[in-house]
């Protein structure tokens, strides 16, 4: 088992449908990120948060340490918003490095 | 100007071949890492430098030797190429080697295939 799951695996929305991405992790982290990668294959990095809540446009991202789960949210979404998004938690123990989750797969239709 | 650049994006090679990716940040970042892409899409860390230095080395083969020439470059040598070498390689990089408290910025990927 992963130490990082994400839900759902794929998901397919109609365009301006409010999106929740969810993300569970089973050991405590120091730090989580949000990843985009795009249908083209580049991966842009979202969000690192280690607590509460962070906006950037359409974007939100929670993170609730005790229940170890995060979110993302999207609103008002579009189709350019059609991509893979991916979690990847800091373990607060060992060295630096990032576990990732396996990723959501979103499709918004026009 | 591209932060972090990879060569080449496309890698096609027979098995048993030698190859080289080389990766280059503009961000005058601290911290370099090598992910490895499936066919799943699931990315995994192989290596990381930070000033040079090797910091996180995980479990692959000996066959992948990473060299980082200066703290704004980082390449992956791999010998003997294998099928299973075939997947999508990332090069990234991040200010701190608490790498992981700060964003990471993603090369385009190189897309290996090995015949």
């Known amino acids: 088992k992963n130490e990082v799951e994400q839900s759902p695996q794929n998901l397919t929305a109609q365009e301006g449908e409010f999106i929740t991405i969810n993300c569970s992790y089973s050991?405590?982290?120091?730090?989580l990120h949000w990843l985009q990668q795009h249908p083209g294959g580049g991966i842009v990095s979202l969000f690192m948060?280690?607590?509460g809540k962070k906006k950037h446009g359409r974007l939100i991202a929670t993170i609730n340490i005790q229940e170890k789960h995060s979110s993302l949210h999207i609103t008002a979404s579009h189709p350019r918003d059609s991509a893979v998004y991916i979690c990847?938690?800091?373990?607060?123990?060992?060295?630096?490095?990032?576990?990732f989750g396996t990723g959501t797969r979103l499709t918004i239709i026009p | 100007d591209t932060a972090v650049s990879q060569t080449p994006k496309y890698l096609v090679t027979q098995m048993g071949n030698d190859k080289s990716i080389k990766c280059e940040q503009n961000?005058?970042?601290?911290?370099m890492y090598w992910y490895k892409q499936d066919s799943k899409k699931f990315l995994k860390i192989m290596f990381s430098?930070?000033?040079?230095?090797?910091?996180i080395n995980e479990t692959v083969p000996n066959r992948f030797s990473p060299k980082s020439p200066d703290k704004a470059h980082l390449n992956l040598h791999i010998n003997s190429l294998e099928l299973g070498d075939s997947a999508v390689y990332f090069c990234?990089?991040?200010?701190?080697?608490?790498?992981?408290?700060?964003?990471?910025?993603f090369g385009p990927g190189t897309r290996l295939t090995v015949t």
């Open positions: 990234a990089s991040s200010q701190d080697n608490a790498g992981s408290s700060y964003e990471q910025y």
């Open positions: 050991v405590g982290i120091s730090a």
């Open positions: 948060l280690s607590s």
């Open positions: 990847a938690a800091l373990p607060n123990f060992g060295n630096e490095k990032l576990t």
């Open positions: 961000l005058g970042h601290d911290t």
């Open positions: 430098y930070n000033n040079k230095e090797l910091i």
